[in-house]
Protein backbone atom coordinates (compact mmCIF):
# COMPACT_ATOMS: atom_id res chain seq x y z
CA UNK A 1 0.00 0.00 0.00
CA UNK A 2 3.22 2.49 0.87
CA UNK A 3 4.48 1.35 -2.15
CA UNK A 4 1.32 2.30 -4.64
CA UNK A 5 0.92 5.16 -2.78
CA UNK A 6 3.73 7.07 -3.16
CA UNK A 7 4.01 5.04 -6.92
CA UNK A 8 1.15 7.40 -7.77
CA UNK A 9 2.69 10.52 -5.97
CA UNK A 10 5.69 10.23 -8.07
CA UNK A 11 3.83 9.60 -11.76
CA UNK A 12 1.75 12.72 -10.40
CA UNK A 13 4.90 14.91 -9.38
CA UNK A 14 7.38 14.06 -12.44
CA UNK A 15 4.27 14.35 -14.97
CA UNK A 16 4.19 18.44 -14.91
CA UNK A 17 7.82 18.06 -15.63
CA UNK A 18 7.19 16.11 -19.22
CA UNK A 19 4.35 18.14 -19.89
CA UNK A 20 6.34 20.98 -19.26
CA UNK A 21 9.63 20.11 -21.36
CA UNK A 22 7.64 18.52 -24.23
CA UNK A 23 5.09 21.58 -24.83
CA UNK A 24 7.97 23.87 -24.49
CA UNK A 25 9.97 22.12 -26.80
CA UNK A 26 6.82 21.34 -29.09
CA UNK A 27 5.62 25.13 -29.71
CA UNK A 28 8.90 26.06 -29.52
CA UNK A 29 10.65 24.26 -32.13
CA UNK A 30 7.65 25.04 -34.14
CA UNK A 31 8.51 28.79 -33.75
CA UNK A 32 12.15 29.00 -33.29
CA UNK A 33 13.61 29.84 -36.88
CA UNK A 34 17.12 32.30 -37.84
CA UNK A 35 15.06 35.29 -37.47
CA UNK A 36 14.31 34.60 -33.91
CA UNK A 37 17.98 35.34 -32.99
CA UNK A 38 19.12 37.71 -35.81
CA UNK A 39 15.87 39.89 -36.27
CA UNK A 40 14.79 42.93 -34.47
CA UNK A 41 11.39 42.93 -32.95
CA UNK A 42 8.82 44.00 -35.53
CA UNK A 43 6.06 46.34 -34.66
CA UNK A 44 2.30 45.73 -33.34
CA UNK A 45 0.71 44.25 -35.83
CA UNK A 46 2.90 42.84 -38.15
CA UNK A 47 4.17 39.01 -38.26
CA UNK A 48 8.01 37.99 -37.66
CA UNK A 49 10.92 39.64 -36.47
CA UNK A 50 13.07 38.43 -33.53
CA UNK A 51 14.65 38.91 -30.23
CA UNK A 52 17.98 40.24 -31.34
CA UNK A 53 17.57 42.62 -29.00
CA UNK A 54 16.75 41.05 -26.10
CA UNK A 55 19.57 38.45 -26.56
CA UNK A 56 21.85 40.82 -26.45
CA UNK A 57 20.23 42.41 -23.48
CA UNK A 58 19.73 39.20 -21.35
CA UNK A 59 23.71 38.56 -22.30
CA UNK A 60 24.17 42.29 -20.84
CA UNK A 61 22.35 42.07 -17.73
CA UNK A 62 23.90 38.73 -16.49
CA UNK A 63 27.35 40.01 -17.44
CA UNK A 64 26.47 42.70 -15.36
CA UNK A 65 25.08 40.79 -12.53
CA UNK A 66 28.11 38.25 -12.60
CA UNK A 67 30.29 41.44 -12.30
CA UNK A 68 28.51 42.43 -8.78
CA UNK A 69 27.72 38.95 -7.63
CA UNK A 70 30.81 36.75 -8.70
CA UNK A 71 33.54 38.48 -6.57
CA UNK A 72 30.86 38.93 -3.40
CA UNK A 73 30.36 35.34 -3.60
CA UNK A 74 33.74 33.51 -4.84
CA UNK A 75 35.00 35.50 -2.19
CA UNK A 76 32.69 34.59 0.86
CA UNK A 77 33.05 31.60 -0.39
CA UNK A 78 36.65 30.96 0.39
CA UNK A 79 36.18 32.77 3.45
CA UNK A 80 33.57 29.93 4.83
CA UNK A 81 35.92 27.14 3.29
CA UNK A 82 39.04 28.36 4.65
CA UNK A 83 38.72 29.84 7.69
CA UNK A 84 35.06 28.94 7.98
CA UNK A 85 34.98 27.39 11.66
CA UNK A 86 33.68 30.19 13.73
CA UNK A 87 30.60 31.80 14.92
CA UNK A 88 30.66 34.79 12.42
CA UNK A 89 30.96 32.28 9.45
CA UNK A 90 27.72 30.48 10.93
CA UNK A 91 25.71 33.31 10.34
CA UNK A 92 26.96 34.35 7.07
CA UNK A 93 26.43 31.19 5.47
CA UNK A 94 22.81 31.19 7.68
CA UNK A 95 22.27 34.30 6.16
CA UNK A 96 23.45 33.47 2.88
CA UNK A 97 20.62 30.55 2.82
CA UNK A 98 18.28 33.01 3.96
CA UNK A 99 19.16 35.53 1.34
CA UNK A 100 18.51 32.75 -1.09
CA UNK A 101 14.91 32.61 0.15
CA UNK A 102 14.08 36.26 -0.30
CA UNK A 103 11.73 36.29 -3.60
CA UNK A 104 13.25 37.65 -6.03
CA UNK A 105 10.61 40.61 -6.78
CA UNK A 106 11.75 42.24 -3.38
CA UNK A 107 15.31 42.01 -4.47
CA UNK A 108 13.72 43.71 -7.85
CA UNK A 109 12.45 46.38 -5.08
CA UNK A 110 15.71 46.96 -3.61
CA UNK A 111 17.87 47.56 -6.97
CA UNK A 112 14.75 49.90 -7.68
CA UNK A 113 15.33 52.07 -4.50
CA UNK A 114 19.20 51.95 -4.40
CA UNK A 115 19.75 52.32 -7.92
CA UNK A 116 16.39 53.45 -9.88
CA UNK A 117 15.91 56.15 -7.59
CA UNK A 118 18.82 58.11 -7.75
CA UNK A 119 19.32 57.75 -11.50
CA UNK A 120 15.55 58.47 -11.47
CA UNK A 121 15.16 56.37 -14.52
CA UNK A 122 15.46 53.00 -15.19
CA UNK A 123 18.27 51.13 -16.54
CA UNK A 124 20.37 47.57 -17.07
CA UNK A 125 22.65 48.96 -14.27
CA UNK A 126 19.53 48.73 -11.78
CA UNK A 127 19.14 45.10 -13.61
CA UNK A 128 22.51 43.83 -13.14
CA UNK A 129 22.59 44.97 -9.28
CA UNK A 130 19.41 42.84 -8.88
CA UNK A 131 21.15 40.08 -10.95
CA UNK A 132 23.68 40.62 -8.90
CA UNK A 133 22.15 39.80 -5.80
CA UNK A 134 19.96 36.92 -6.59
CA UNK A 135 23.55 35.07 -7.23
CA UNK A 136 25.29 35.96 -3.73
CA UNK A 137 23.83 33.44 -2.08
CA UNK A 138 24.10 30.64 -4.72
CA UNK A 139 27.75 31.23 -5.82
CA UNK A 140 29.13 31.44 -2.05
CA UNK A 141 27.68 28.35 -1.32
CA UNK A 142 29.29 26.37 -4.65
CA UNK A 143 32.32 28.07 -4.02
CA UNK A 144 32.65 26.35 -0.73
CA UNK A 145 31.56 23.05 -1.06
CA UNK A 146 33.58 22.68 -4.53
CA UNK A 147 36.46 23.68 -1.88
CA UNK A 148 35.84 21.16 0.37
CA UNK A 149 35.68 18.48 -1.86
CA UNK A 150 39.44 18.89 -2.00
CA UNK A 151 41.24 16.34 -0.69
CA UNK A 152 42.68 17.22 2.49
CA UNK A 153 46.30 16.04 1.51
CA UNK A 154 46.62 18.48 -1.10
CA UNK A 155 46.37 21.09 1.87
CA UNK A 156 48.67 19.25 3.67
CA UNK A 157 51.23 18.88 0.63
CA UNK A 158 51.54 22.36 0.43
CA UNK A 159 52.18 23.94 3.75
CA UNK A 160 54.51 20.87 4.48
CA UNK A 161 56.42 22.40 1.77
CA UNK A 162 56.35 25.47 3.68
CA UNK A 163 53.78 27.48 1.69
CA UNK A 164 52.13 30.02 2.73
CA UNK A 165 48.16 29.23 3.49
CA UNK A 166 47.25 32.18 1.34
CA UNK A 167 49.31 30.99 -1.58
CA UNK A 168 48.00 27.03 -0.65
CA UNK A 169 44.77 28.55 -1.13
CA UNK A 170 45.11 30.54 -4.47
CA UNK A 171 47.52 28.14 -6.27
CA UNK A 172 46.43 24.51 -5.21
CA UNK A 173 43.26 24.60 -3.39
CA UNK A 174 41.38 27.21 -6.20
CA UNK A 175 42.71 25.63 -9.36
CA UNK A 176 42.21 21.98 -8.27
CA UNK A 177 38.53 23.20 -7.45
CA UNK A 178 38.39 25.28 -10.41
CA UNK A 179 36.13 23.18 -12.62
CA UNK A 180 33.01 22.74 -10.04
CA UNK A 181 33.38 25.88 -8.90
CA UNK A 182 33.07 27.45 -13.12
CA UNK A 183 29.97 24.99 -13.31
CA UNK A 184 28.29 26.39 -10.22
CA UNK A 185 28.94 30.19 -11.10
CA UNK A 186 27.10 29.24 -15.05
CA UNK A 187 24.42 27.06 -13.13
CA UNK A 188 24.10 30.26 -10.73
CA UNK A 189 24.12 33.32 -13.91
CA UNK A 190 21.98 30.29 -16.09
CA UNK A 191 19.04 30.51 -12.73
CA UNK A 192 19.85 34.39 -13.12
CA UNK A 193 19.41 34.85 -17.12
CA UNK A 194 15.46 33.22 -16.28
CA UNK A 195 14.60 35.67 -13.57
CA UNK A 196 12.11 38.00 -14.58
CA UNK A 197 10.52 39.57 -11.86
CA UNK A 198 13.20 41.53 -10.69
CA UNK A 199 13.92 43.22 -14.17
CA UNK A 200 10.08 44.24 -14.86
CA UNK A 201 11.09 47.94 -12.74
CA UNK A 202 15.01 47.87 -12.73
CA UNK A 203 16.13 47.35 -16.59
CA UNK A 204 12.06 47.42 -17.78
CA UNK A 205 12.68 46.03 -21.41
CA UNK A 206 13.11 48.16 -25.04
CA UNK A 207 11.59 46.89 -28.33
CA UNK A 208 14.87 48.58 -29.84
CA UNK A 209 18.37 47.72 -29.87
CA UNK A 210 20.67 49.10 -27.20
CA UNK A 211 23.75 48.05 -24.91
CA UNK A 212 23.93 51.32 -22.93
CA UNK A 213 24.29 50.71 -18.99
CA UNK A 214 22.54 53.45 -18.58
CA UNK A 215 19.13 52.67 -20.55
CA UNK A 216 16.19 50.42 -20.23
CA UNK A 217 16.99 47.16 -21.76
CA UNK A 218 15.16 44.13 -23.27
CA UNK A 219 15.74 40.84 -21.80
CA UNK A 220 14.51 37.47 -23.12
CA UNK A 221 12.31 36.81 -19.83
CA UNK A 222 10.49 40.48 -19.54
CA UNK A 223 9.62 39.92 -23.77
CA UNK A 224 7.90 36.24 -22.67
CA UNK A 225 6.00 38.27 -20.63
CA UNK A 226 4.74 40.81 -22.63
CA UNK A 227 4.61 38.66 -25.64
CA UNK A 228 2.52 36.19 -23.92
CA UNK A 229 -0.29 38.56 -22.79
CA UNK A 230 -0.69 40.08 -26.10
CA UNK A 231 -3.55 38.73 -28.27
CA UNK A 232 -1.17 38.17 -31.76
CA UNK A 233 -0.75 34.46 -32.01
CA UNK A 234 2.95 35.51 -33.62
CA UNK A 235 3.84 37.02 -30.29
CA UNK A 236 2.60 34.37 -28.45
CA UNK A 237 4.34 32.08 -31.02
CA UNK A 238 7.75 33.98 -29.75
CA UNK A 239 7.16 33.34 -26.30
CA UNK A 240 7.39 29.73 -26.40
CA UNK A 241 10.78 30.33 -28.92
CA UNK A 242 12.23 32.25 -26.26
CA UNK A 243 11.17 29.84 -23.56
CA UNK A 244 12.65 27.36 -25.20
CA UNK A 245 16.10 28.96 -25.47
CA UNK A 246 15.86 29.32 -21.60
CA UNK A 247 14.99 26.05 -20.70
CA UNK A 248 17.81 24.77 -23.23
CA UNK A 249 20.10 26.54 -21.50
CA UNK A 250 19.66 26.25 -17.85
CA UNK A 251 18.82 22.03 -18.82
CA UNK A 252 22.51 21.95 -20.43
CA UNK A 253 24.08 23.61 -17.73
CA UNK A 254 22.62 21.46 -14.71
CA UNK A 255 23.56 18.71 -16.71
CA UNK A 256 27.36 19.88 -17.09
CA UNK A 257 27.10 20.67 -12.73
CA UNK A 258 26.24 17.08 -12.85
CA UNK A 259 28.72 15.13 -14.94
CA UNK A 260 31.51 17.32 -13.48
CA UNK A 261 30.60 17.53 -9.74
CA UNK A 262 29.80 13.74 -10.13
CA UNK A 263 33.66 13.22 -11.08
CA UNK A 264 34.73 15.39 -7.81
CA UNK A 265 32.55 13.21 -5.56
CA UNK A 266 34.48 9.72 -7.20
CA UNK A 267 37.49 11.10 -7.04
CA UNK A 268 37.10 11.65 -3.38
CA UNK B 1 46.81 7.58 -4.44
CA UNK B 2 50.22 7.67 -5.88
CA UNK B 3 48.48 9.86 -8.81
CA UNK B 4 46.94 11.93 -6.80
CA UNK B 5 50.44 12.54 -4.96
CA UNK B 6 52.14 13.05 -8.31
CA UNK B 7 49.62 15.52 -9.36
CA UNK B 8 50.20 17.35 -5.91
CA UNK B 9 53.81 17.21 -6.35
CA UNK B 10 53.90 18.85 -9.87
CA UNK B 11 51.17 21.49 -9.01
CA UNK B 12 53.77 22.43 -6.37
CA UNK B 13 56.59 22.78 -8.85
CA UNK B 14 54.46 24.97 -10.58
CA UNK B 15 53.76 27.27 -7.60
CA UNK B 16 57.63 27.20 -6.66
CA UNK B 17 58.94 28.00 -9.91
CA UNK B 18 56.46 30.89 -10.23
CA UNK B 19 57.06 32.29 -7.53
CA UNK B 20 59.23 35.62 -7.73
CA UNK B 21 62.89 34.49 -7.06
CA UNK B 22 63.93 37.27 -4.46
CA UNK B 23 61.32 35.95 -2.22
CA UNK B 24 62.61 32.34 -2.06
CA UNK B 25 66.15 33.76 -1.43
CA UNK B 26 65.43 36.08 1.23
CA UNK B 27 66.50 35.09 5.01
CA UNK B 28 64.24 33.16 6.91
CA UNK B 29 62.73 35.53 9.68
CA UNK B 30 61.63 37.82 6.91
CA UNK B 31 60.43 34.98 4.80
CA UNK B 32 57.82 34.00 7.43
CA UNK B 33 56.82 37.53 8.68
CA UNK B 34 55.97 38.24 4.97
CA UNK B 35 53.86 34.76 4.73
CA UNK B 36 52.40 36.03 8.00
CA UNK B 37 51.38 39.35 6.08
CA UNK B 38 50.08 37.40 2.99
CA UNK B 39 47.64 35.63 4.88
CA UNK B 40 46.67 39.09 6.86
CA UNK B 41 45.75 40.28 4.09
CA UNK B 42 44.07 37.25 2.25
CA UNK B 43 42.10 36.22 5.18
CA UNK B 44 40.65 39.85 5.73
CA UNK B 45 40.34 40.87 2.01
CA UNK B 46 38.02 37.38 2.23
CA UNK B 47 36.27 38.61 5.55
CA UNK B 48 35.57 41.51 4.08
CA UNK B 49 33.53 40.46 1.08
CA UNK B 50 31.62 37.86 3.81
CA UNK B 51 30.92 40.96 5.70
CA UNK B 52 29.21 41.75 2.50
CA UNK B 53 27.16 39.41 1.97
CA UNK B 54 26.23 39.16 5.86
CA UNK B 55 25.28 42.94 5.90
CA UNK B 56 23.39 42.61 2.64
CA UNK B 57 20.34 40.80 4.79
CA UNK B 58 20.04 44.30 6.75
CA UNK B 59 20.74 46.87 4.39
CA UNK B 60 17.76 45.65 2.15
CA UNK B 61 15.44 45.15 5.02
CA UNK B 62 16.65 48.62 5.90
CA UNK B 63 16.55 50.16 2.32
CA UNK B 64 12.73 49.22 2.35
CA UNK B 65 11.77 50.48 5.70
CA UNK B 66 13.05 53.90 4.51
CA UNK B 67 11.42 53.72 1.49
CA UNK B 68 8.14 52.69 2.73
CA UNK B 69 8.29 55.21 5.28
CA UNK B 70 5.70 57.66 3.88
CA UNK B 71 2.84 55.04 3.97
CA UNK B 72 3.69 53.24 7.62
CA UNK B 73 3.14 56.76 8.86
CA UNK B 74 0.35 57.40 7.44
CA UNK B 75 -1.59 54.06 7.22
CA UNK B 76 0.09 52.55 10.38
CA UNK B 77 -1.42 48.93 10.78
CA UNK B 78 -4.64 49.71 8.82
CA UNK B 79 -2.38 48.84 5.90
CA UNK B 80 -2.72 45.40 6.13
CA UNK B 81 -6.20 45.23 7.17
CA UNK B 82 -7.38 47.97 4.53
CA UNK B 83 -9.44 46.86 1.84
CA UNK B 84 -9.18 49.19 -0.32
CA UNK B 85 -6.54 49.95 -3.06
CA UNK B 86 -7.26 53.14 -4.75
CA UNK B 87 -4.27 54.60 -6.35
CA UNK B 88 -6.57 57.60 -7.81
CA UNK B 89 -7.62 58.89 -4.27
CA UNK B 90 -4.09 57.42 -3.11
CA UNK B 91 -5.48 55.59 -0.18
CA UNK B 92 -4.17 51.94 0.32
CA UNK B 93 -4.90 48.76 2.13
CA UNK B 94 -3.57 45.26 1.05
CA UNK B 95 -5.59 43.11 2.72
CA UNK B 96 -6.96 42.05 -0.45
CA UNK B 97 -3.09 41.14 -1.63
CA UNK B 98 -2.30 39.60 1.96
CA UNK B 99 -5.67 37.73 1.35
CA UNK B 100 -4.78 36.17 -2.19
CA UNK B 101 -0.94 35.09 -1.34
CA UNK B 102 -2.23 33.15 1.96
CA UNK B 103 -5.30 31.38 -0.21
CA UNK B 104 -3.04 30.60 -3.12
CA UNK B 105 0.00 29.41 -0.99
CA UNK B 106 -2.69 26.84 1.36
CA UNK B 107 -3.83 25.61 -1.68
CA UNK B 108 -0.35 25.15 -2.85
CA UNK B 109 0.65 23.31 0.50
CA UNK B 110 -2.45 21.21 0.41
CA UNK B 111 -1.42 19.57 -2.65
CA UNK B 112 2.18 19.38 -2.92
CA UNK B 113 2.75 18.13 0.51
CA UNK B 114 0.99 14.73 0.25
CA UNK B 115 2.93 14.58 -2.91
CA UNK B 116 6.18 15.77 -1.79
CA UNK B 117 6.48 13.15 1.28
CA UNK B 118 4.87 10.26 -0.69
CA UNK B 119 8.04 11.39 -3.83
CA UNK B 120 10.56 11.32 -0.86
CA UNK B 121 9.14 8.10 0.82
CA UNK B 122 9.63 6.72 -2.33
CA UNK B 123 12.96 8.00 -3.47
CA UNK B 124 14.25 6.88 0.53
CA UNK B 125 12.36 4.20 1.63
CA UNK B 126 11.19 1.98 -1.58
CA UNK B 127 13.55 2.92 -4.99
CA UNK B 128 17.01 1.08 -5.67
CA UNK B 129 19.72 3.34 -6.52
CA UNK B 130 19.58 3.29 -9.86
CA UNK B 131 15.95 4.55 -10.00
CA UNK B 132 16.66 7.39 -7.14
CA UNK B 133 19.34 8.74 -8.43
CA UNK B 134 17.95 9.79 -12.00
CA UNK B 135 13.90 10.41 -10.69
CA UNK B 136 16.02 12.93 -7.74
CA UNK B 137 17.81 14.71 -10.87
CA UNK B 138 14.35 14.94 -12.70
CA UNK B 139 12.53 16.37 -9.79
CA UNK B 140 15.62 18.70 -9.20
CA UNK B 141 14.90 19.69 -13.08
CA UNK B 142 11.98 20.66 -12.51
CA UNK B 143 13.10 23.44 -9.57
CA UNK B 144 15.42 24.78 -12.60
CA UNK B 145 12.86 26.03 -14.87
CA UNK B 146 12.40 29.38 -14.46
CA UNK B 147 8.67 30.98 -13.21
CA UNK B 148 8.35 32.83 -16.28
CA UNK B 149 8.28 29.37 -17.87
CA UNK B 150 5.75 28.36 -15.44
CA UNK B 151 4.14 30.88 -16.33
CA UNK B 152 3.81 30.84 -19.78
CA UNK B 153 2.47 27.21 -19.83
CA UNK B 154 -0.07 28.09 -16.83
CA UNK B 155 -1.56 30.77 -19.40
CA UNK B 156 -2.03 28.36 -22.61
CA UNK B 157 -2.36 24.63 -20.63
CA UNK B 158 -3.16 24.81 -17.08
CA UNK B 159 -5.86 27.66 -17.77
CA UNK B 160 -7.69 26.37 -20.19
CA UNK B 161 -7.34 22.97 -18.82
CA UNK B 162 -8.95 23.93 -15.70
CA UNK B 163 -11.40 25.90 -17.12
CA UNK B 164 -12.68 23.62 -19.33
CA UNK B 165 -12.35 20.20 -17.38
CA UNK B 166 -11.33 20.92 -13.42
CA UNK B 167 -13.93 23.60 -12.64
CA UNK B 168 -17.09 22.50 -14.16
CA UNK B 169 -16.03 18.71 -12.56
CA UNK B 170 -15.74 20.84 -9.00
CA UNK B 171 -19.17 22.67 -9.44
CA UNK B 172 -20.68 19.47 -10.57
CA UNK B 173 -19.57 17.30 -8.07
CA UNK B 174 -19.12 19.64 -4.80
CA UNK B 175 -20.60 23.15 -6.23
CA UNK B 176 -23.03 23.21 -3.07
CA UNK B 177 -19.67 24.81 -0.90
CA UNK B 178 -18.96 27.84 -1.02
CA UNK B 179 -15.06 27.45 -2.16
CA UNK B 180 -16.34 25.74 -5.58
CA UNK B 181 -19.10 28.77 -6.18
CA UNK B 182 -19.19 30.75 -9.21
CA UNK B 183 -18.46 31.18 -12.95
CA UNK B 184 -15.44 28.90 -14.23
CA UNK B 185 -12.46 31.61 -15.65
CA UNK B 186 -9.79 29.25 -15.74
CA UNK B 187 -7.66 32.60 -14.53
CA UNK B 188 -8.22 32.43 -10.88
CA UNK B 189 -7.18 31.10 -7.55
CA UNK B 190 -7.31 27.64 -8.05
CA UNK B 191 -5.04 28.20 -10.96
CA UNK B 192 -2.34 29.99 -9.01
CA UNK B 193 -2.47 27.23 -5.80
CA UNK B 194 -1.84 24.55 -8.80
CA UNK B 195 0.94 26.53 -10.30
CA UNK B 196 2.44 27.05 -6.77
CA UNK B 197 2.10 23.02 -5.99
CA UNK B 198 4.07 22.42 -9.09
CA UNK B 199 6.82 25.03 -8.57
CA UNK B 200 7.12 24.20 -4.55
CA UNK B 201 7.47 20.29 -5.07
CA UNK B 202 10.73 19.96 -6.10
CA UNK B 203 12.22 21.85 -2.69
CA UNK B 204 10.02 19.73 0.10
CA UNK B 205 10.66 17.02 -1.80
CA UNK B 206 14.73 17.36 -2.32
CA UNK B 207 14.86 17.97 1.59
CA UNK B 208 11.92 15.74 2.98
CA UNK B 209 14.25 12.68 1.51
CA UNK B 210 17.41 13.96 3.17
CA UNK B 211 15.60 14.41 6.45
CA UNK B 212 14.35 10.27 5.45
CA UNK B 213 17.65 9.75 5.26
CA UNK B 214 19.17 11.40 8.06
CA UNK B 215 17.28 8.77 10.04
CA UNK B 216 19.15 6.00 11.48
CA UNK B 217 18.64 2.34 9.94
CA UNK B 218 18.37 1.07 13.72
CA UNK B 219 14.39 2.28 13.53
CA UNK B 220 14.07 0.75 10.44
CA UNK B 221 15.60 -2.67 11.86
CA UNK B 222 14.07 -2.18 15.12
CA UNK B 223 10.36 -2.18 13.42
CA UNK B 224 11.01 -5.23 11.12
CA UNK B 225 12.51 -6.67 13.61
CA UNK B 226 8.76 -6.30 15.17
CA UNK B 227 7.15 -7.69 12.44
CA UNK B 228 6.20 -4.44 10.92
CA UNK B 229 5.11 -4.62 7.34
CA UNK B 230 6.65 -1.56 4.94
CA UNK B 231 3.73 0.41 5.33
CA UNK B 232 4.18 0.45 9.29
CA UNK B 233 7.79 0.79 8.82
CA UNK B 234 7.48 3.80 6.81
CA UNK B 235 4.91 4.91 9.40
CA UNK B 236 7.38 4.62 11.82
CA UNK B 237 10.38 6.41 9.79
CA UNK B 238 7.55 9.34 8.82
CA UNK B 239 7.25 9.82 12.61
CA UNK B 240 10.52 10.73 13.27
CA UNK B 241 10.82 13.00 10.77
CA UNK B 242 8.04 14.56 11.56
CA UNK B 243 9.61 18.00 12.32
CA UNK B 244 12.35 17.77 9.46
CA UNK B 245 8.91 17.76 7.06
CA UNK B 246 7.24 20.52 9.11
CA UNK B 247 10.87 22.32 7.87
CA UNK B 248 10.49 21.35 4.60
CA UNK B 249 7.13 22.20 4.48
CA UNK B 250 8.07 25.80 5.74
CA UNK B 251 10.80 26.29 3.00
CA UNK B 252 7.96 25.23 0.63
CA UNK B 253 6.01 28.14 1.94
CA UNK B 254 8.60 30.70 1.96
CA UNK B 255 8.57 29.78 -1.65
CA UNK B 256 5.31 30.00 -2.13
CA UNK B 257 4.60 33.30 -0.54
CA UNK B 258 7.37 35.13 -2.84
CA UNK B 259 6.50 33.56 -6.35
CA UNK B 260 6.03 36.20 -8.72
CA UNK B 261 5.48 35.81 -11.86
CA UNK B 262 4.09 32.20 -12.81
CA UNK B 263 1.03 33.47 -9.99
CA UNK B 264 0.43 36.78 -11.58
CA UNK B 265 -0.04 35.50 -15.35
CA UNK B 266 -2.82 33.09 -14.05
CA UNK B 267 -4.27 34.49 -11.08
CA UNK B 268 -6.44 37.11 -12.81
CA UNK B 269 -5.40 39.89 -10.46
CA UNK B 270 -8.27 41.47 -9.57
CA UNK B 271 -8.19 42.86 -5.46
CA UNK B 272 -11.14 41.31 -4.48
CA UNK B 273 -11.46 38.89 -1.53
CA UNK B 274 -13.76 36.08 -2.80
CA UNK B 275 -14.19 32.41 -1.01
CA UNK B 276 -14.50 30.73 -4.11
CA UNK B 277 -10.93 29.22 -6.08
CA UNK B 278 -12.47 29.58 -9.05
CA UNK B 279 -12.60 33.46 -8.86
CA UNK B 280 -10.05 35.91 -9.57
CA UNK B 281 -7.46 37.39 -6.94
CA UNK B 282 -4.38 38.80 -6.53
CA UNK B 283 -1.41 38.60 -4.29
CA UNK B 284 1.10 40.44 -2.87
CA UNK B 285 3.89 39.66 -5.03
CA UNK B 286 1.49 39.93 -8.35
CA UNK B 287 0.15 43.36 -7.18
CA UNK B 288 4.08 44.57 -7.33
CA UNK B 289 4.57 43.32 -10.34
CA UNK B 290 1.60 44.68 -12.14
CA UNK B 291 2.01 47.92 -10.58
CA UNK B 292 5.65 49.59 -10.00
CA UNK B 293 5.98 50.96 -13.12
CA UNK B 294 3.00 52.78 -13.20
CA UNK B 295 2.91 53.88 -9.97
CA UNK B 296 3.16 57.72 -10.02
CA UNK B 297 2.63 59.15 -6.92
CA UNK B 298 5.19 59.12 -3.65
CA UNK B 299 2.71 57.20 -1.59
CA UNK B 300 1.56 54.55 -4.75
CA UNK B 301 5.08 53.55 -4.99
CA UNK B 302 6.11 53.91 -0.79
CA UNK B 303 2.76 51.34 -0.72
CA UNK B 304 3.82 49.30 -3.20
CA UNK B 305 7.22 49.15 -1.42
CA UNK B 306 5.64 48.62 2.01
CA UNK B 307 4.45 45.50 0.47
CA UNK B 308 7.71 44.24 -0.47
CA UNK B 309 9.21 44.87 3.14
CA UNK B 310 6.31 42.60 4.52
CA UNK B 311 6.88 40.25 1.99
CA UNK B 312 10.55 40.16 2.71
CA UNK B 313 10.00 40.07 6.73
CA UNK B 314 7.85 36.97 5.98
CA UNK B 315 9.87 35.34 4.05
CA UNK B 316 12.87 36.14 6.09
CA UNK B 317 11.19 34.65 9.25
CA UNK B 318 9.58 31.07 6.81
CA UNK B 319 13.12 30.19 5.99
CA UNK B 320 15.34 30.94 9.18
CA UNK B 321 12.51 28.58 10.98
CA UNK B 322 12.80 26.30 8.38
CA UNK B 323 16.42 26.04 7.93
CA UNK B 324 16.93 25.96 11.86
CA UNK B 325 14.25 23.21 12.22
CA UNK B 326 15.66 21.27 9.01
CA UNK B 327 19.46 21.58 10.52
CA UNK B 328 18.36 20.54 13.77
CA UNK B 329 16.76 17.41 13.03
CA UNK B 330 19.99 16.19 10.85
CA UNK B 331 22.10 17.48 13.50
CA UNK B 332 20.21 15.21 15.74
CA UNK B 333 20.19 11.88 13.89
CA UNK B 334 23.76 12.61 12.52
CA UNK B 335 25.32 13.39 16.22
CA UNK B 336 23.57 9.89 17.49
Request: aromatic share 10%.
Amino acid sequence: MATTFSLVCVLLAVAPLFLIFFYTLFQGISAINLDFFLQMPKPVGETGGGMANALAGTGILIGLGALFGLPIGIMSGIYLAEYGNNPFASTVRFLSDVLSGVPSIVVGVVAYIIVVLPMKHFSALAGGVALGILMIPTVTRTTEEMIRLVPHYYREAGLALGIPQWKTTLRIILPTALKGITTGILLALARAAGETAPLLFTALGNRFWSTSIGQPIASLTVFIFDYAKAPFEDWNRQAWAAALVLIALIFLLNLIFRVVTRGRYTER
Amino acid sequence: MQIAVKAVGHELGGVLTSSTPPAVSSGRASKASRWNVGDMVFKNLTLLFALIVFSLVFLMGYEMYKGSELSIQKFGLSFLTGTTWDPVRDEYGALPFVFGTIVSSMLALIVAVPLSVGVAVFLSELAPGWVERPLSYLVELLAAIPSIVYGLWGVFVLVPWIRTTVEPFLSKSAGFLPIFKGAPYGFGMLAAGLILAIMILPIITSISRDVLKAIPNLQREAALALGATTWEKTKVVLASARSGILGATLLGLGRAVGETMAVTMVIGNRPEISFSVFDPGHSMASVIANEFTEATSDMYVSALIEIALVLFVVTIILNALARLVVWSVTRTYKAG
